[in-house]
């Protein structure tokens, strides 16, 4: 097989493209997207792998966690990359419809997100006391700049790669 036929060589959704690479072949994915380069070369990885991020997120996300301790930080990880994929990467709104009154709703679950990227955030400060992004998001939540949330991104992903993995090897 040559380099054309590899998946992170190929565009995602290239008609050569097998339904396991174009679908559900995350592991490859997530091993595509380098965090050892600068922060614009991440996310264009991040981008580049949109629709994969995604379905991978969403599948945590929308998971039954009964269990406490570490199937509830992995759901909370998951949640976090969703967010911040979606409002600050993709430029997305993340907040679907769900109920009667929708601008109540998309308040409620703005002020959840926004909560979660704060504690996000200040979990990382306490060990990396100097991250100007994780200081700034920490005080302004899911309305920190787009340029911030992505830096904290960049920061954490190695750290919460294995969660998102360990969801992987669940699957199996």
């Known amino acids: ?3 054309e036929n ?4 190929r565009q995602q959704g290239e008609p050569n493209q097998s339904p396991r690479e174009g679908g559900r072949d995350y592991a490859a994915m997530l ?3 380098r965090a050892d380069q600068g922060r614009v070369a991440f996310v264009a990885d991040l981008l580049r792998n949109k629709d994969q991020l995604l379905a991978l997120t969403d599948e945590i996300v929308k998971e ?3 269990l406490e301790g570490e199937p509830e930080r992995k759901h909370r990880i998951a949640k976090y990359v969703n967010t911040v994929l979606k409002v600050h990467v993709f430029d997305m709104d993340p907040f679907p419809y769900q109920g009667h009154n929708f601008e109540y709703d998309q308040a409620l679950q703005e002020h959840g997100a926004s909560g979660l990227t704060r504690s996000v955030a200040k979990a990382h400060l306490k060990h990396h006391p100097d991250s100007e992004a994780a200081r700034a998001i920490s005080l302004f939540g ?7 949330h992505q830096t904290l991104l960049h920061e954490v992903w190695r750290s919460y790669l294995p969660a998102i993995t360990g969801h992987l090897e669940k699957k199996q």
């Not at 590899?6 to 060589?9: L, N």
């Not at 899911?142 to 911030?148: D, F, G, N, V």
């Open 1 to 3: 097989m040559g380099v």
């Open 6 to 9: 590899t998946p992170q060589y």
């Open 31 to 33: 091993t595509s997207i």
């Open 64 to 66: 039954q966690w009964t």
């Open 142 to 148: 899911l309305h920190a700049t787009s340029k911030e």
